[in-house]
């Protein structure tokens, strides 16, 4: 199949091409209007008791959550002045119509909630605590964003906290990091392509599929956005792998498609044509199954009920698909209208060079061999190693968004801790909605949820029949895992009469962690059948993908210890320029899982490929183990420095999640290009020998007839069976 595909491109090159550019110029158009079809919430499990909670809430008394909070200071005059009262009552009446469900000034009577707190210690700076309207998250920032404008007070400085404030600088600084990405990653890999390819020419061919990739993507996310909640995150991981695998696609194609031309002369007939050919079914091959493994562990995010996950989902499996499909049509196209020509530009002291690397007995060929005199010790020094690194993995904990994942001259940041310094410690609260009690048994349900350890009040916030609202505070930041265990605590609590729901925002925080540790294991098994099936068509073993599996998971486990270890644990905080939050964002481990699964198949894929090759031909394990380590190590490296630049770009983000992100994966990426790559697989190889292409007889033979090996045009070597001694 990926031949006469190969052969086709050969023959309607230019056709291919104008086709893909005419696709491209018509998903620029349509996706440039991606952003106002995106959603900025998919934070929570709707059928989560948070959520319940809270549709309930709204459905009986409207919202009565603190989504807002403006505070209001003057170094001159104090909240009881009346020209301080007089400002801020002007900045209430202003408030748009429809974006506010309820707004509490601090000179509120007690009965609506007012006063109490609400004036700072000092008497120079009082808050006005709002409750937006609307039924989902994306409502409620919506009406923000319409609402906060209006809040501007004037003769008082003004700062606004709470989380929509947050989300609303998240979402603000995301997109500047995102251009900023953009700008910074972009030039630097056409330089840097430039210095591996030697020639202009071919320098610029990873930032035509690239471009392909993120202009593609972001059309079928718009596309999807018509019938489903798609985040806006989820450009931030079209471009991250858009660019990423762009980058490693086009430098496979291209540089085994410079490799095949140099082997022909200038007399054999159509030369470029040749090369294409074989070069789709070698490294084109390679590309077709590692955007399809890159893929299959995206979609492992779809299972999650987060809208946010699943938004990552969509965008990474268009970004990869479409850097595939680019890879495989227009790039082969553009290639064969270039022939030679793809070295036209080359660098003063490239001239004379020869562009093909296939040396056998390189740098990396003897690194290999050393690997191989000594596999048992190389495997156990790497593998402890690796663990030792990923141990603080196991004290893990978790938590969510708060204020402290921004900059600390982000404004909803500087706002948070203005509440701290001039209205006293933290506190969290949670929402207690009682259901079908009569008033003695919210009486007796008071009392209990005032015994629980740390809970320093429960207020009546509202009641309408037999619904009734409370409201518990207890000290201490919302995110902790002490608020989590006032939070379980509470749910434990049955009410004598009637049926309890707890909200709120640590509640949330729970039933994220809860959430997403039921679906893992889910997750966790999708992308492993997935991954062993696509290896297996790959190449035909069944203890090859078993390999992999492992050794993938080993690395990736050690980029979360370093994650949990910065992050978490709060080392390097100011090196790197971060609030230390005492735990891990809950969703960030299962998209860098997803994510990174699929990037480090992408070089393994690519590795054994060139190996599988070479042990058709001469069915000598340690030989094709060394040839394929040499001919793939000049070119993996070259990508997984491109790559490095690009995570590494988004790994300057303001926003700690990001920053996590991007860290994490350039961790797993140097892991996978060096250790895994360099010492791991051709040790483990060594070891397992001619059981490396092992397969039950029915399979093999299945795989000998349907399956897909580099250069299946030509006749493939018979597959010796496994010594058995």
């Not at 979402?171 to 430039?194: F, K, Q, Y």
């Not at 562990?297 to 699943?310: C, D, G, K, N, T």
């Not at 349900?445 to 029949?465: A, F, H, I, K, N």
């Not at 540790?517 to 997935?530: C, D, F, P, Q």
């Amino acid at each position: 199949m990926i031949d006469r595909w190969g052969a086709f491109v050969a023959r309607r090159s230019l056709a291919v091409l104008l086709a893909g550019l005419a696709l491209t110029l018509a998903a620029a158009a349509y996706g440039s209007g991606v952003f106002d079809s995106l959603s900025q919430g998919g934070f929570d499990d709707p059928a989560s008791e948070s959520a319940r909670e809270l549709a309930a809430e709204q459905d009986t008394f409207g919202n009565k959550s603190a989504d807002v909070v403006a505070i209001y200071s003057s170094d001159e005059l104090t909240a009881g002045d009346p020209a301080f009262r007089r400002h801020v009552e002007d900045v209430v009446a202003s408030i748009p119509g429809g974006t506010a469900a309820a707004v509490v000034p601090y000179y509120a009577d007690a009965r609506s909630g007012g006063s109490a707190g609400m004036v700072s210690e000092d008497g120079h700076a009082a808050q006005v605590v709002i409750s937006l309207a609307g039924t989902t998250q994306d409502d409620f920032l919506t009406n923000y964003d319409e609402l906060s404008p209006s809040l501007e007070a004037d003769g008082l400085q003004t700062d606004l906290a709470g989380p929509f404030a947050v989300y609303n600088d998240v979402n603000e600084i995301t997109s500047e990091d995102l251009a900023r990405a953009e700008t910074i990653s972009m030039p630097v890999v056409v330089v840097l392509a430039l210095l591996i390819f030697g020639s202009l020419v071919a320098a610029f061919m990873p930032a035509l599929v690239g471009l392909i990739a993120m202009l593609g993507a972001l059309a079928v996310v718009r596309l999807l956005a018509l019938f489903t909640d798609v985040s806006v995150f989820s450009v931030n991981v079209i471009s991250l792998l858009g660019i990423g695998l762009a980058i490693d696609y086009a430098l496979f194609v291209v540089s085994r498609f410079r490799e095949e031309l140099a082997q022909l002369t200038d007399d054999v007939p159509d030369a470029s044509a040749l090369a294409v050919r074989r070069t789709m079914v070698t490294a084109g091959r390679t590309v077709l199954f590692s955007g399809l493994t890159v893929a299959a562990a995206l979609s492992s995010l779809l299972i999650f009920p987060q809208a946010f996950l699943r938004s990552m989902g969509y965008g990474g499996i268009a970004a990869v698909l479409i850097a595939m499909l680019a890879a495989l049509t227009v790039l082969p196209a553009t290639l064969k209208l270039l022939g030679r020509r793809v070295d036209a530009g080359r660098l003063p002291w490239r001239r004379h060079r020869p562009v093909s690397g296939a040396d056998d007995h390189g740098r990396w060929a003897r690194l290999a061999r050393g690997v191989m005199r000594r596999p048992v010790t190389v495997i156990v020094v790497t593998v402890v190693a690796l663990l030792v690194v990923a141990s603080p993995f196991l004290g893990a904990r978790w938590g969510s968004v708060d204020y402290r994942v921004l900059p600390h001259d982000a404004p909803a940041h500087t706002a948070a801790d203005r509440l701290v310094d001039d209205f006293g410690a933290e506190t969290s609260s949670a929402s207690l909605l009682l259901r079908g009690a009569s008033q003695d048994d919210v009486a007796a349900y008071t009392r209990e949820v005032r015994q629980v350890g740390g809970v320093l009040d429960v207020q009546p916030v509202d009641q309408q029949g037999d619904v009734t609202l409370l409201r518990a505070t207890w000290a201490g930041n919302s995110q902790t895992e002490a608020s989590q265990d006032v939070v379980r605590e509470l749910r434990d609590i049955d009410p004598a009469g009637g049926s309890a729901l707890v909200g709120g925002q640590t509640a949330n925080t729970v039933d994220l962690v809860s959430s997403v540790g039921s679906h893992l294991v889910w997750m966790g098994l999708i992308v492993v059948v997935v991954m062993l099936g696509l290896l297996f068509l790959a190449f035909g073993s069944v203890v090859l993908p078993v390999k992999a599996v492992v050794m993938n998971l080993i690395s990736i486990t050690a980029s979360f210890g370093v994650v949990t270890w910065i992050f978490s644990d709060g080392h390097l905080a100011d090196l790197i320029g971060f609030t230390p939050q005492g735990y891990l964002d809950a969703t960030n481990p299962i998209l860098m899982l997803a994510i990174l699964f699929g990037l480090s198949m992408d070089y393994e894929v690519f590795l054994l490929s060139r190996v599988r090759e070479q042990w058709d031909l001469t069915g000598d394990n340690d030989e094709a183990v060394v040839a394929g380590v040499q001919k793939t190590g000049r070119i993996i490296t070259s990508a997984a420095l491109l790559l490095g630049v690009v995570i590494g770009a988004f790994a300057l983000s303001g926003i700690v999640f990001m920053k996590m992100l991007g860290i994490g994966m350039l961790v797993a990426l140097i892991v996978d290009a060096t250790i895994v790559r360099a010492l791991l697989v051709p040790a483990t190889m060594k070891l397992l020998g001619r059981w490396n292409w092992w397969a039950p007889g029915p399979m093999r033979r299945w795989w000998e007839r349907y399956g897909f090996r580099e250069g299946a045009a030509e006749a493939p070597a018979p597959t010796p069976e496994p010594s058995r001694t």
